[in-house]
C-alpha cells in the first residue's frame, strides 16, 4: 500500500484524490505498522518544520521513514515535506530534518514578497522520467516562504522568484516537489502519474 502520512498538516484528502485520480491506490495513516509495510511513503505539509518534525518524532515514524528510504522505499514530499527530507532548517531556532539529502532549509529573501504564492513556471535542470509528461515551463502553484538550500546534485526543475527556488527533486529513490501537485492542475496530476511509474519501477528492480 501507498501510504500519505498523517502527522497534522495539509489538506490530504485532496492530495489522496488526486493520486487516485492517475490510479495510484493510497491510504492516509500514521499507523506505525502501515507505514513500515509502505509500498511507497508520500510526506505532505504545510507550516513550520520544527512543529513537522516535532510531531513525526512523537509518533515514532522519523526512524522508520529513515530506515525505509534508505533500504529503497520510494518516498515523495511534497511542499514542507520536500523540506523535511534535507538535514536543517534556519526556521524559527533552527531544527533537524529527516537528513535524507545534504543541504538546508532557509527563508525566501525580503527583497521579493514573502510567501512566495501562486503560479510559477519550472525550469528544467535534467532530463528525467519524473518530467516525461510535462514541458519546460508549464506552471505550478506554489505557497512557501523557505526554500532548499543545496549542492544542486539533486535538482530536477527550479522556479525563478528572485531566487532560485528548488522545484522538483530526486537522488535515487527519494522525490520531492516544493510546489502542490494537487492544486497544480493538469501538470500536477502529470506529475504524479510520472511518479507512481517510477515507483513500480523501483518495485520491479528491487525483486
Not at 12 to 22: M, V
Not at 109 to 125: A, D, E, Q, R, T
Not at 179 to 197: C, D
Amino acid at each position: 500500500m501507498n501510504i500519505i502520512i498523517d502527522y497534522g498538516v495539509g489538506n490530504l484528502d485532496s492530495l489522496k484524490r488526486a493520486f487516485e485520480e492517475i490510479g495510484l491506490e493510497v491510504a492516509i495513516s500514521n499507523d506505525i505498522k502501515k507505514v513500515n509495510q509502505a509500498s511507497s511513503i508520500i510526506l505532505p505539509g504545510v507550516g513550520a518544520f520544527e512543529a513537522a518534525m516535532s510531531e513525526l518524532n512523537r509518533l515514532n515514524l522519523t526512524e522508520i521513514i529513515q530506515s525505509k528510504v534508505k533500504n529503497g522505499t520510494p518516498i515523495l514530499g511534497i511542499c514542507l515535506g520536500m523540506q523535511l527530507l534535507y538535514e536543517f532548517s534556519e526556521e524559527n531556532n533552527g531544527s533537524k530534518g529527516l537528513g535524507l539529502i545534504p543541504g538546508k532549509v532557509m527563508q525566501i529573501p525580503n527583497f521579493v514578497k514573502v510567501p512566495h504564492m501562486g503560479w510559477n513556471k519550472l525550469i528544467f535542470s535534467k532530463n528525467e522520467p519524473l518530467l516525461k509528461y510535462i514541458k519546460d515551463g508549464d506552471y505550478v502553484y506554489f505557497v512557501h516562504s523557505f526554500y532548499v538550500n543545496s549542492t544542486d546534485d539533486e535538482l530536477v526543475a527550479y522556479s525563478d522568484y528572485g531566487v532560485k527556488i528548488p522545484a522538483v527533486i530526486q537522488t535515487g529513490n527519494i522525490y520531492g516537489m516544493q510546489f502542490h501537485p494537487e492544486k497544480s492542475s493538469e501538470t500536477g496530476l502529470n506529475l504524479l502519474k510520472a511518479f507512481k511509474e517510477m515507483c513500480l519501477y523501483d518495485s520491479i528492480s528491487s525483486n
